[in-house]
């Protein structure tokens, strides 16, 4: 169950059965995304000493998209460094869309998949095992994971280029983002508007062909082939639930391989062990890239996934 259903331990709530299978999907697939990438020991063997590598934990949209279009990874630990394909900004957001009789720009901004203030920052048990710390039970140095780098981004629209920075012609208070700054990542185009250009009115999050908001929306969202992007606590409180359980599994890894002595390999460095601390679990990388792969796969399209949205209106579109 994701952290946006959970309910106190030894309560109930009534809910219908749509409510039900919806928190059944959520669960199911939490466990299987934290399970991705899962290894017999997570625990460096190789390392004689503790490494000089630092994570960068704080996200920042701007510096996401740079990474994404020089082709800069998450991993900044040396021995899992790889060279990547860069991602840059899509080619057909320099389009404009048309509602009506009048055309639109259409920018997009770098979206965090793992979001770091509002998910991994609140992820304190899984942080235990990307940060150096001090006395027992502690990593002897950090993992060298970086927030903001490609593997962790995608493209996605928002209403940017029609909103206050843009046109101006989103009716409306501007939508709330992540705590990312995820909008110091949009590629500012023209936004200058025709004369005859009217204003985006009409509810937010309701599918009406007279709302001109849902209609700048689906137009958006096809044009670039992604989900629509504003305020997203639940997508938010998902990927949470997905780094809790991973850390729930790295305890438990810890507790037989290193506490029980199950992994011969940490044996063998029991005195290392006793005099640095713990290794660190640089495979976690890894593991956290194949959350935001999975990730992605939900945003890209869209019509999205039946779960996992980084909007209402991506919710809306996929029961159409």
């Known amino acids: 169950m994701s952290a946006a ?10 809910t219908s059965s749509g409510e039900a299978m919806t928190e059944l999907a959520e669960s199911v697939m939490i466990g299987l995304i934290a399970d991705g990438g899962d290894v017999p020991c997570p625990f460096d063997h190789d390392a004689p000493a503790p490494e000089k590598v630092n ?18 990874g998450t991993a900044l630990y040396a021995p899992m460094k790889r060279k990547l394909k860069p991602v840059p900004y899509p080619e057909q957001a320099d389009k404009e869309v048309k509602v009506g009789e009048h055309s639109y720009p259409v ?42 780098g490609l593997e962790n981004g995608v493209w996605l629209p928002g209403n940017y280029a029609v ?9 409306g208070a501007p939508s709330a983002m ?31 062909p007279a709302n001109r908001k ?7 969202t096809r044009l670039v082939n992604a989900q629509f992007h504003d305020a997203h606590v639940d997508y938010n409180k998902f990927v949470l639930g997905v780094l809790n359980k991973i850390a729930a599994s790295l305890k438990d890894k810890k507790k037989k391989n290193l506490d029980d002595l199950a992994c011969r390999q940490c044996a063998k460095r029991e005195e290392k062990i006793a005099e640095y601390g713990i290794p660190p679990p640089f495979s976690l990388i890894k593991r956290l890239n194949g ?12 019509r999205g996934h039946a779960v996992v949205f980084t909007s209402r209106w991506g919710k809306l579109i996929g029961k159409l």
Not at 131 to 139: H, M
Request: charged share 25%.
């Open 291 to 302: 959350v935001s792969a999975r990730m992605r796969g939900y945003l890209k399209g869209r």
């Open 178 to 208: 992540d705590g990312d700054a995820e909008e110091g990542s949009v590629r500012r185009r023209a936004a200058r508007r025709s004369a005859s250009s009217t204003k985006l009115d009409g509810l937010r999050h309701e599918v009406d």
């Open 107 to 148: 920018w997009c901004a770098a979206h965090h998949l793992i979001p770091a203030q509002a998910s991994l920052k609140k992820a304190t048990q899984l942080k235990r095992f990307m940060q150096k710390g001090s006395g027992a039970n502690k990593l002897w140095s950090d993992i060298g994971y970086d927030v903001n």
């Open 55 to 72: 994570n960068q934990l704080v996200g920042n949209g701007g510096t996401l998209g740079d990474c994404m279009e020089a082709g800069t």
């Open 5 to 14: 259903s959970a309910t106190p331990s030894g309560t109930t709530r009534r």
């Open 214 to 220: 849902w209609l700048y929306v689906d137009k958006a």
């Open 163 to 171: 909103g206050g920075n843009g046109t101006g012609d989103w009716v």
